[in-house]
């Protein structure tokens, strides 16, 4: 199980630094400046927070349910998609400046996510909840992205 949860810590964490190089100076880039961001944006410093402890419970939750379910391939194949859809997201939003296609990328990303909590809730009991973080996280950020392609 240490193994796994090692692994798994790298992959998410590889996922974010892969997403920040492309995020670039997005942040602080006249083009995300100028945009019409909804009122209930958190201040920067929380991505950076709410992502590490996302991560860091996905992994939990990763390395169990490998351990815990009855097709594991299947699951880090699911795991893959996500992996993917998290990367892509910050080159297509920040690196493109693509809000709609950014939109479709989270919305989906989101939707996997519940998925997987969904799916292997019978296999994992109470340590589903240790996906929880990241199915919330990722609503707040989907309605932050359709409020930019929205409002902007």
């Known amino acids: 199980m240490l193994m796994k949860f090692f692994l798994f810590l790298i992959l998410n964490f590889a996922a974010l630094a892969i997403g920040g190089l492309f995020t670039g100076s ?3 880039s006249d083009w995300y400046n100028n945009l019409n961001k909804a009122p209930w944006t958190p201040p920067g410093w929380v991505f950076g927070f709410a992502w590490t402890l996302i991560m860091i419970l996905f992994t939990f939750y990763m390395a169990n349910a490998v351990t815990l379910t009855k097709n594991p391939k299947a699951l880090v194949f699911i795991f893959a998609i996500q992996w993917i859809l998290n990367v892509i997201w910050n080159p297509v939003f920040f690196y493109f400046n693509n809000a709609f296609l950014g939109l479709v990328v989270i919305s989906a990303l ?3 996510i519940a998925f997987i909590f969904i799916r292997y809730w019978p296999d994992l009991k109470m340590k589903s909840f240790f ?3 990241y199915f919330l996280w990722l609503i707040i950020a ?3 992205n359709a409020y930019i392609f929205l409002k902007n």
């Open 131 to 133: 996906i929880l973080p």
């Open 110 to 112: 989101t939707i996997l």
């Open 142 to 144: 989907t309605s932050l």
């Open 26 to 28: 997005g942040v602080s």
